[in-house]
């Protein structure tokens, strides 16, 4: 099993910053992710890709809707993931989710196995 969890939501207002965090473990059995990716749902809305790294390779993807303006990096020695999130739009408001993948650096949220609780991000206009 691999443990994912997110910290750093909160209030921001549109134009500022947040800086979310994902700290990754695994159980001794349990094969290393090969990505660590942010995926989002906002109020009504179905859950969506924001962006994804490559554990070994660092190889980076990015929605078209946050390009520009969000950054993700990792800590490979603390097992951590972080995204940046810069000029923040009310729209960025969402449920922010870490998630884990075992094959590749995909895009797709269905190839994720594991997954966090969220930490929630709103963004006042």
């Known amino acids: 099993q691999v443990q994912l969890v997110e910290s750093g939501g909160g209030l921001a207002q549109a134009g500022g910053s947040l800086r979310l965090s994902c700290a990754a473990s695994?159980?001794?059995?349990?094969?290393?992710?090969?990505?660590l990716g942010w995926f989002r749902q906002g109020p009504g809305k179905e859950r969506e890709f924001v962006a994804t790294?490559?554990?070994?390779?660092?190889?980076?993807y990015f929605a078209d809707s946050v390009k520009g303006r969000f950054t993700i990096s990792k800590d490979n020695a603390k097992n951590m993931v972080y995204l940046e999130m810069n000029g923040l739009k009310p729209e960025d408001t969402a449920v922010y989710y870490c998630?884990?993948?075992?094959?590749?650096?995909?895009?797709?949220?269905?190839?994720?196995?594991?997954w966090g609780q969220g930490t929630q991000v709103t963004v006042s206009s």
């Open positions: 998630a884990a993948v075992n094959f590749g650096v995909p895009v797709l949220s269905t190839d994720y196995k594991y």
């Open positions: 790294i490559g554990w070994n390779s660092g190889v980076t």
């Open positions: 695994r159980s001794r059995n349990t094969a290393r992710w090969s990505a």
